[in-house]
């Protein structure tokens, strides 16, 4: 299934310039009430803006019981049960949202896509509590690389993070694809490196191939992230599009080219190999002392026809793990992801960096509910979009990323220390 044609006609358009005033607006009313409700409590029990539903903060003694039941439990695994209180922030309170994700905004009808939360087999996984989550990364940097289901992501998390603060503007250039995020009451930088192949690669002249260039990383990215305390990779979707792979700058196949002498190779062949030189620039910055997490890939849930044939996504409500597996494309990309993430591990670890899984595969498998299918734009719209079952809509299941994220910080400095004593054993 070719999905990411699908990505190429959505990124053609760009997301409309933030209307300034009603973010500085919002800004300032925020910056002026924040003083008054932050220095009382470390997590207070009132969010900062009021949303409808707004919900209980965890109190510090269930996040201490959280923390040493997580430790044994696999968070990855596990159903989504109903969330009254979800969601934390709506189209209306957050300006961040893409407008292909908008779905409420452009007349979605139903919203129980946004009530659930995952409930990992045998613990809990805490909802997302943003001040916790500043307080963590409070002088610290965080850059998401890879495709828009990174930006998704992104997204979701600085609207997760504005019930505390919103960020200012601090990219240096115009280019929509590479913005930079300041959170001034915490000196918590974000950023996003867009590369949806991770490698260099050319636009398609008439042929409609990307030429890329697998053994060679995209400097777009991989000069930028030296200095950052976390990175976030994310690629998968964009290989699934017809190529030309190069080596050494020598042409060895392509993936569905359909030129009789080239020879056809599996995605997974370019995708194993790109994952590779990602893997390896990043190994060896000179500088480098951040946390690289592989964020795995998010199905999508096309169904009734591939994505350019009529395939839509209308499901009403996750489906329960008995309900489906992960299987042909799917699986494989997630295999390939765990090799190379394995053997990268292996590699950081002799240089003292520390590789995380953020495995949301499994969730969001589950949650064929959660895309924006035609309400990425109003129908009366002259757009070429398809429907939209790669993204996610937001707010929607993608928030939980943020949770799983927020855990794995929390979890950082025991599992840390943990790997120092160990032996090394290489
Ligand atoms: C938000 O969504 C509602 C529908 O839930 C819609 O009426 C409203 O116009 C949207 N607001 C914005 C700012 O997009
Ligand atoms: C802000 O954080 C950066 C690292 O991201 C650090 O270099 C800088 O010293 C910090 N500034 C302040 C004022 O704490
Ligand atoms: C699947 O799991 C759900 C919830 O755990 C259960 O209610 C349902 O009966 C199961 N279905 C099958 C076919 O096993
Ligand atoms: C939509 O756009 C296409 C190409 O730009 C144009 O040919 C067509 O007439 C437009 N349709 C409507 C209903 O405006």
Request: hydrophobic fraction near 35%; aromatic fraction near 14%.
């Amino acid at each position: 299934m070719d999905q990411a044609a699908f990505v190429k006609s959505n990124s053609v358009q760009r997301a409309p310039m933030i209307l300034p005033i009603a973010v500085t607006v919002t800004a300032l009313v925020i910056l002026a009430i924040l003083p008054i409700y932050y220095p009382l409590r470390r997590y207070p029990s009132q969010a900062v803006v009021k949303i409808a539903a707004s919900p209980p903060y965890h109190s510090a003694q269930k996040l201490i019981k959280a923390v040493e039941d997580e430790e044994k439990c696999d968070i990855f695994t596990g159903e989504w049960i109903p969330n009254p209180n979800a969601p934390y922030y709506t189209n209306a309170t957050c300006w961040a949202i893409h407008e292909h994700q908008n779905c409420m905004k452009y007349g979605r009808p139903d919203d129980g896509f946004m009530k659930w939360k995952w409930k990992p087999e045998g613990c809990d996984l805490p909802i997302f509590n943003p001040y916790q989550f500043l307080d963590i990364v409070r002088g610290k940097s965080m850059a998401f690389v890879g495709d828009s289901i990174g930006r998704n992501h992104m997204q979701s998390l600085i609207c997760l993070l504005s019930r505390v603060e919103f960020p200012i503007d601090d990219s240096a250039t115009d280019d929509d694809y590479f913005r930079r995020w300041k959170y001034p009451s915490y000196n918590f930088t974000l950023a996003a490196f867009w590369s949806p192949f991770l490698v260099r690669f050319q636009k398609p002249g008439a042929a409609d191939l990307f030429d890329l260039y697998l053994d060679e990383s995209d400097e777009k990215w991989s000069t930028q992230i030296e200095g950052f305390d976390y990175v976030i990779l994310n690629a998968g979707q964009w290989y699934f599009r017809p190529s030309m792979y190069y080596e050494k700058r020598r042409l060895v196949g392509c993936r569905f080219c359909q030129l009789g002498n080239i020879i056809d190779l599996p995605m997974t062949y370019g995708y194993r190999r790109a994952l590779r030189t990602a893997f390896r620039a990043i190994n060896s910055l000179k500088n480098y002392r951040g946390i690289t997490f592989l964020r795995t890939y998010a199905p999508s849930h096309f169904e009734n026809g591939e994505w350019n044939k009529g395939g839509n996504c209308l499901r009403k409500r996750p489906f329960w793990s008995n309900e489906t597996a992960l299987e042909a494309n799917n699986l494989e990309v997630y295999l390939t992801q765990m090799e190379e993430f394995r053997a990268a591990e292996w590699e950081g670890k002799k240089k003292g960096l520390r590789y995380r899984l953020l495995d949301v595969t499994q969730a969001m498998l589950l949650r064929p509910d959660g895309h924006p299918s035609r309400y990425g734009h109003w129908p009366h719209e002259n757009v070429t979009l398809y429907n939209d079952c790669v993204h996610w809509c937001l707010p929607g299941p993608i928030d939980s990323w943020s949770d799983f994220l927020l855990h794995m910080l929390k979890m950082e400095g025991r599992r840390s220390h943990e790997e120092k004593l160990q032996p090394q054993t290489q």
